[in-house]
Structures are given as structure tokens and as C-alpha cells.
């Protein structure tokens, strides 16, 4: 980059920042508002409020996809990135875009061993997109970052065996400069991986009936029930947030659970939110594995902190509540959606004592420590000093060989605090060596692929690179990614 538009880069940073601090000052730092207690300023797109919804509806399930493959090692898929149009709010059409469908996304189902093939169409108009699988250790070439772009009317055919454990994992684009864009408007869904030990623990595995995905985002509604990705001052700054939650498509759905335990995939697949989960009565539940796959033993917890793009399964027990008696999930204290219990379907499951064993990664194995700071805001955000180049590697990496990755968070601007980055990186999965020097909490124990680091904060983190080619590492709110706050690796 030349000086001159370095300098006019700094300069549009610096207007947009003094823009941001009358907003920032009423921002929470560590967990978002709910966001309708956050001032926007978007004249644009006229006064947005949260869209009245007149009728409850069902939580929608998304459809598993079919393998097209009947050998038993091998399976084969088809997507097809498309555009759509979905009412949200009843009567108001809202342009989308989705996977075989108007909005999100089928659920893509695999086992650990299995060859898996997955042809991908491009229909959407005028426009490139990738697709990324989030998680999963598969080859650069693979991956679906920006190099594997799909031009509109093309198809692209990643070809890769599963080869970590059981997993909630989950896929979508990845272009460079519109990544933001195509998730917002809808393109996700939900990627799992089972195994030997998934299929031995005792708990909900009917998917659909005790075992729910749910893919949770923020959307930022007009009066009249539609939305558009148009980005303000401020959401270049802190990322999009919204004044509704959906959840796999819905505005505020409820579900009919069973008398007993349920398992719940959750996805936080907002552009930018942090999502605080509760229940609205308090009680308790137990998270049983994070992004890459189970934990140990489960962890009992009554919030659950998640950040874009990370993931948690949890076991909810109704076991105790009447027919009918509704419990609410909460983001903070802001209610998005309802579980109902229907007496007439029971289970006697209980929550298992042990889970998975972790082979833990010893630090001293480490060849080498790499420093990732984030830094800037609005259009200046960047890692350790650069914006991404998809003509330049930032980092080697030597095939098989185990690092550790300190990531630190130095976007504080004194009152003002900072803002959270959620790190990711492509291709593999880490386990969180510690925070500031003290140890991960216990659902942080397990195989990580996103984590979220506070402004001030070092987070260390420790893999083993299996898989070669270039790589992504970047912040997960995707309005920082698709200003540059990302690099890129190579591991050979």
C-alpha cells in the first residue's frame, strides 16, 4: 500500500473513531446490550424498531442433506448458493440468500474416516462467493478462504476425508470484502461430524427431536419487518448488531421439548454480537462440548458466553416442569425464544459423568511462539500492523509441527476501553493454554477454532498443524474481516 492511501486510510480511521465515541461510551465492554438500548444512527434507512411479530411460530429445523453416495466410506453432497426471498414478519419479503433453499442452509452430516466430496453451484446473481467449512482440518486448497472463489453459474468441488473427532462444526462464504454481506443476508448452516465415542454416550442423538440445532444471529429490522446489509459509521467500528435475534430463520419461535433431557447445537452466527444465554428462570444446564468437539466431562453453568462463530452443545433438563410450562432463552434479559414442554414425550436420560478424552497438547512440544495483536479501529483495524494482502503471506508454518499463538487485544483507546475481537484461524483447532496467564474456565478446556479476546487481554493458545496450504487467521466480526483485519498463513 502506498503512503498516500495509508495516510487517507488513517485519516477515514480517525473521522469514523470520533464519529464511534459518542456511541461507544453507552456500550457495554465486555457482553453487548440488548440492542435496542443501543443508539443507531442511520438515516438512510429510516427509524428502525424491532418488527412486531403477531403469532408465535415453530422453531424450523434444518433439513439434514442427502448423501447422493451410497458406498458406506464415501459420502457426496450438492449446495447450491442461491438468492431467495423470505417474510420474516408476515406479508413483508425480504431479499436472502441461501443454501438450496431461501434462507440458511441443510445440515451437511458426516462421520470421522468417511470421503467426503461436496459440489457447490453458484447461482447467485452477479455475485462471486466461497464457501469455507468452519472447523474442519482440511488442506488449504480445501478450505474455501478467499483464493477459492466460485464465479456466478460455476461449480466448485472440494474433495477431503473427516479426520478429527465428533463435532458441531459449520460452514459458510468466505469472499474477500463481502464475507459480512452474504452471511448476513443468510448464507450458514450447520456442519457435524460423528464418531465412535459420539455414538457410545448416553445422551439425545434424535436429530430433530431431542437433539436441536440452533443457529443464533442478530438481525437489524426495519418497521416494516424487512432488512438490508447497509453499514453505518458506527457498525464499521464495532461490527453489525441488530435490534431482533432469529433463530434458525425465526423471529422469537418456541419449541416443543420433551419431558426429560435435551441436547442443543448452538451456533452464534451474528456478524458481530456477543451472546450471553441464559434461561429466564435461572436454571441451570450443563455445556457438553465447544467448537471442535466434546469436553471431557460436562460443565455446569447457567450462562453461556459465545462469540460470532463459536459454538457449544448443551444438555437442558425439563424433567421437573409440568405439560404445557414454558421456559424462555435469554440473551441477557433480553427473551428470543421459548421452550414448551409437552408431557405426552418423555425421556429417562441423564446427564453423563465423563464425555471424551482430550489428548492434551504439551506446551514444551511448542517449536515456536507467534504474536497476533490486534489493533486500529474502523477502517485501520489490522493485525500486528498489516491489512490483509491476498497477495502476501504473513506467516510460515511447518507442516506437523506444534506452536503456541499468543493473541492480544490492543484496539483500547483509554476511556473508551476497546473492543472485543474474536480470533479464528482456518485449518485447525487449539487448545487455550490460558488468559492473562490464569487458566481457561472448564468449558474452555476443549478444542477451540474461535475464541474471543477482550481489549487489554492475552489469550495463548496451542496447536499442531496437520494439514498444508494457506490459511486464514482473522477477527470474527465480519465487518472487521472484510476491512482487513486478517493474514495469512502457510503451512509447508
Known sequence: MSLMKKLIVVLAGLILIVWGMFFFMNRQPQTPEPVDQIPIDEPDTGEIEAPVVADDSTLPIPPL??????SPDRAEFRIIAQNGIKEFVPGVQTDTMGYNGNYLGPVIRTRRGEDVAINIENRINGEMTTIHWHGLEVGGEDDGGPHSGIQPGETWTPEFTIDQPAATLWYHPHPEYNTGRQVYKGLAGLFIVDDEVSDSLDIPKDYGVNDIPLVIQDKRFREDGSFEYILSGPDIIF????????VNGEIEPYLNVEKGLMRFRILNGSNASIFELRLDNNQSFHQI????????EPVEMNRLLLGPSERAEIL??????????????????????EFVVDGDRENDLSVPVSLAEIDRINPQDASRIREFVFLGMGPSVNINGKQFDIDRIDEVVSLGD??????????????????????????TQFQILDRDGNPPPANE?????????YPGETVRAIATFKKPGVFMYHCHILEHEDAGMMGQ????
Open 489 to 492: 498463513f502457510l503451512v509447508e
Open 65 to 70: 442433506l442427502e448423501d447422493t453416495d451410497p
Open 445 to 453: 478446556t476443549g478444542w477451540k477454532d474461535s475464541f474471543i479476546v
Open 289 to 296: 462440548a465447544s467448537d471442535g468437539g466434546f469436553l471431557e
Open 402 to 427: 506444534t506452536e503456541i499463538w499468543e493473541v492480544s487485544n490492543q484496539t483500547g483507546m483509554g476511556m473508551m476501553g476497546g473492543t472485543i475481537h474474536p480470533f479464528h484461524a482456518h485449518g
Open 239 to 246: 461490527g453489525l448488531q441488530g435490534n431482533a435475534i432469529i
Open 316 to 337: 437442558i433438563d425439563f424433567s421437573d416442569y409440568e405439560d404445557g410450562e414454558r421456559v424462555r432463552l435469554a440473551n441477557q434479559d433480553w427473551n428470543f425464544m
